[in-house]
């Protein structure tokens, strides 16, 4: 107790007073020959107005001066020069810049400085959007670079500011639902078993609350009133509900302080990276008037900066992404045709349905199309009304003459926030800053901010002669269009990237999947990406340690593995293999490999996942003789190292010798069986190399099946998918991955991804078939798929997916598959002897479930049908065989299912 005193008392006799009026900037320090920030911002402005416009036209003018007064008004000059130099370094570092991100692609003045490379004349954006007077808030310039290059950044702001000024911002993870149940559970030790049936019950999602989850569910009521202890469980996590759990570390933004942080904030340590993070959340510090910037990392912008390295290098050309061309027409085809596999915001199926139907031809129609395909927009149907009206089949309707400029390029549709303030300032004659108030209001559905508009809007339009009954239902119209739409300046800007990835695409085709497939790391996403490549007539060629660089590369027009994309291999292994290759030939054996690369680098399951992956299938030996060798090779690179450090060499290593008389011996194995080799190929690097496991089925799916996903395809490209939607499919595939949920009456269910010769499908099995099959199947098992083609696909979606009423396993097809096998012949051409003996050595031996039919032709009667009463046969691979040789009586042979 004394000590809780004493702490009050220390409490007491402390006087601390922080001053957070006004805004924190750090200091900028200005170049030589100036003193005044807002001088030099004007200046680089008017530079800039020189650099990207022909001419200074007064619309130009009165906007440059309209955001400069606005933002020396706000006192914002110093944080506007502070982000330009940020991204005037990253670029002078070779660090890839998005063109905008967010409002700010608005501003015209973070457009002729380089913060932004969106022209917000040419786009019809607004700076209210971004800044706004009437709402007094800090700016936010949120900036995309590349991944992969980001940290220069974070390292120049730390050189430039100081590191004591300088700090990564902390998040505050809260107590959620389950959380809070789970660790108040552990703080009573309950046991856990039991405490997960509680957690279990309540629902999964960002809006559930303890209060909720307990009136919905009978079942959750029901246990927690079973046990007094469980009733305490729940009322102490009721009380400690959303309160902070841990910290974090927010994913991209950085404060700056003008001297020392903990002047004038908190700082932690984080407990994942130990790195020194603000104890403050982003909302927090930007209260406080602190400079707060998000740089964040895009994956995309990775992919861009790789390939233009690639381009350079193949092709000796420094092309400037900023730069291209935005009108070129072989680009816009391949967003016509969807082909947009890797295209940044582009690749969804349900995106491709909508490039196909509406063939943008601009960065606009690209905007469009993003703000468009958004939950809310699809909920609420204003894609088909675009689309429609777009197509000529709906006539266009602009609510009012007046508004037609403002929607003549979204065809009357409000697609935009943005079109929300132009209509408000056009029609109501709203300032621009209340305009994009009331577009706050109604994206937000704020009701009392609303309802304070609403009258103001109805009377402005009077005012300008409109009707009140039209201007009631144009107010009515905006409010419910105004709430799904999509910041037209985010919109664009990130249609700029999109464009890039897809001129990148249609250009250098194979520079672009070659950084796509280094920046990916799920294997299964490289080997779909090497399909995409293969339609496309590109090789890859496999992995190869003489010749594979870290990063997949281009030859010749042919993409080499990158050795990064094989498991398990390691970074480290991969640097001293290509390091080694620089300075020495190409390696003829592992032994030559594990003397030549350091031993320290280069471990067992690194050269194991080589040997797997095929990446030494060019040395001597087979895959089984090279795995056995393998810890023999290591210590034999490891006696290599050792001499050499020993400064020993041997008495004949200034001798011409043979490599058999250099190196140990391989032992006399026999080569893996094909399975294990496929097996590996598969769990190394997501796809085969050697071959495919149903290539040996070829002649099952032939004759069994009667689709496959390259025929689906087909027919989903010639809009003919529905003629699948009564017919009973049948496919044979193997089973990749098993995913189990529960359906809504918690019934397992699976869906199974399967894939065929072409291409993966997806098979669901419902609860009672999973009752059924379920338990039966593994993956990596060939299996015989029995279905419905799914009602649930969208119209476009590529991907196949069969709801099965029955499924296979390969050892029971014999047994379990049925139909009918015809065999056609002529009475003249065979004899009771010639019968006989086929049905001895064909039908007898291969029994199975299909009825064997003889359709006779005769001079006669014409055909006669002859089903066999004794007889069930199945369409077996020597039968084929038999078939194929000359001297038999059988002309043809039809295979037919005993469909439901």
């Known amino acids: 107790p004394e000590a809780i005193e004493n702490t009050l008392k220390v409490a007491d006799k402390c006087n601390l007073e922080l001053d957070y009026d006004g805004f924190l900037f750090p200091n900028f320090s200005l170049p030589e020959g100036y003193s005044d920030d807002y001088e030099f911002l004007r200046k680089l402005v008017y530079d800039g107005v020189e650099k990207k416009y022909d001419e200074l036209t007064d619309e130009i003018k009165d906007r440059i001066e309209h955001e400069l007064a606005v933002i020396k008004e706000m006192e914002f000059v110093s944080y506007f020069l502070i982000v330009w130099d940020i991204i005037k370094s990253a670029r002078e570092m070779n660090v890839t810049v998005g063109p905008g991100r967010g409002s700010c692609a608005g501003s015209i003045i973070a457009y002729l400085i380089d913060i932004t490379r969106v022209d917000p004349i040419r786009y019809n954006l607004f700076f209210e959007r971004f800044l706004n007077p009437a709402r007094v808030s800090m700016p936010d310039i949120d900036t995309d670079f590349s991944n992969e290059t980001r940290p220069k950044v974070l390292d120049y702001i730390v050189r430039k500011y100081g590191r004591v000024n300088v700090s990564q911002i902390g998040t505050l993870g809260s107590l959620g639902a389950k959380m809070v149940i789970r660790d108040v559970g552990r703080a009573m030790s309950i046991p856990l078993y039991e405490v997960d049936a509680i957690a279990k019950l309540i629902p999964v999602g960002p809006d559930v609350y303890l209060e909720s989850a307990y009136e919905q569910n009978e079942k959750l009521r029901e246990l927690i009133n079973s046990k007094d202890e469980y009733k305490e469980l729940w009322e102490y996590s009721k009380t400690l509900e959303g309160l902070p759990r841990h910290i974090g570390v927010h994913a991209a933004g950085v404060v700056i ?187 937000k559905k704020d009701k009392a901010l609303m309802d304070k508009y ?68 799920d294997t299964a996403k490289i080997a779909r990406l090497i399909e995409v490549c293969h339609k496309m007539n590109i090789e890859v060629l496999h992995p190869n340690v003489n010749f594979s660089d870290y990063n997949f590369t281009v030859k010749d027009g042919k993409i080499i593995f990158g050795l990064k994309a094989i498991k398990s291999l390691g970074e480290n292994a991969i640097r001293a293999i290509v390091e080694t290759r620089k300075k020495h030939p190409p390696f003829k054996n592992i032994f030559e490999l594990c003397e030549e690369v350091d031993a320290n680098q280069l471990n067992k399951t690194a050269l194991e996942s080589l040997i797997g992956a095929g990446a030494l299938d060019d040395f001597d030996g087979n895959r089984a003789q090279l795995y056995s060798v393998v810890e023999t090779a290591l210590e034999f690179g490891s006696q290599k190292m050792r001499e050499r450090q020993k400064g020993q060499s041997s008495l004949f290593a200034s001798m011409q010798a043979n490599d058999q008389d250099l190196y140990p011996l391989l032992p006399d194995k026999k080569e893996w069986e094909f399975g294990r080799r496929l097996d590996l190929e598969k769990d190394l690097l997501g796809f085969y190399i050697s071959g495919h496991p149903l290539t040996s089925y070829e002649r099952d799916i032939q004759t069994l099946t009667n689709l496959n996903t390259k025929q689906y395809k087909k027919l989903v490209k010639r809009g003919k998918r529905d003629e699948l939607r009564n017919q009973e ?64 696909v969208r119209k476009n979606q590529e991907r196949l997916s069969i709801v099965a009423d029955q499924i296979i396993l390969e050892e029971d ?61 199945y369409p077996h691979k020597s039968l084929y065989r038999y078939l194929q040789n000359n001297g038999h009586f059988i002309e043809n042979m039809k295979v037919d299912f005993n469909e439901k």
């Not at 709430?483 to 249609?495: E, I, L, M, P, T």
């Not at 019968?835 to 003889?854: A, C, W």
């Open 257 to 443: 302080a003008p001297d020392n942080l903990t002047n004038h904030i908190p700082l932690a340590i984080s407990p994942k990276d130990k790195t020194i993070i603000t104890q403050y959340d982003g909302k927090t510090l930007e209260k406080l008037g602190l400079l707060k910037i998000d740089c964040l990392g895009l994956k995309n912008l990775t992919i861009i900066e790789k390939a233009l390295q690639l381009i350079k290098k193949h092709h000796g050309i420094e092309l400037n992404i900023d730069e291209i061309n935005l009108h070129d027409t072989e680009t816009y085809k391949l967003f016509h045709t969807a082909e947009t596999d890797g295209v940044f915001q582009f690749e969804s199926s349900g995106m491709r349905g909508i490039l196909k139907r509406i063939k943008p031809s601009s960065i606009e129609d690209l905007a469009i199309c993003n703000a468009l395909y958004r939950p809310g927009t699809l909920d609420s149907g204003m894609h088909e009304v675009y689309i429609r009206r777009k197509n000529n089949e709906e006539e266009v309707d602009y609510l009012d003459p007046m508004l037609e400029d403002i929607l003549r390029t979204t065809y009357g549709v409000i697609v935009f926030q943005e079109q929300v303030i132009q209509i408000a300032h056009t029609l109501a004659g709203f300032s621009l800053s209340e305009a994009d108030i009331l577009r706050k209001a109604m994206g």
């Open 454 to 521: 609403r009258p103001i809007f109805i009377e402005g339009a009077v005012k300008k002669g409109i009707s009140r009954e039209k201007a009631i239902g144009i107010f009515e119209r905006i409010e419910t269009f105004g709430r799904y739409g999509f910041n037209k300046s985010h919109s664009v800007a990130y249609s700029i990237i999109s464009y890039q990835t897809a001129y990148l695409k249609t250009h250098y085709t194979a520079e672009f999947m070659a950084a796509l497939m280094t920046v990916e790391s």
């Open 729 to 792: 499919i049948r496919m044979i595939g193997i089973v990749d991955e098993i995913k189990l949920i529960k359906d809504k009456k918690k019934r397992t269910m699976a869906f199974i991804s399967c894939e065929d010769l072409h291409d993966k499908f997806e098979v669901v099995l419902f609860s009672t078939e999973y009752a059924k099959f379920g338990d039966l199947i593994n993956e990596k098992d060939i299996i015989y798929v029995i279905g419905k083609l799914s009602s649930k």
């Open 813 to 873: 097809w014999q047994k379990d598959i049925s139909g009918i096998i015809s065999f056609e012949i002529d009475e003249t051409q065979y004899s009771e002897k010639d019968l006989k003996h086929f049905v001895e050595e064909q039908i007898l031996t291969h029994p199975g479930n299909f009825r064997v039919v003889f359709n006779v032709r005769t001079k006669l009667f014409g055909t006669l049908k002859i089903e066999s009463q004794r007889y069930r046969i």
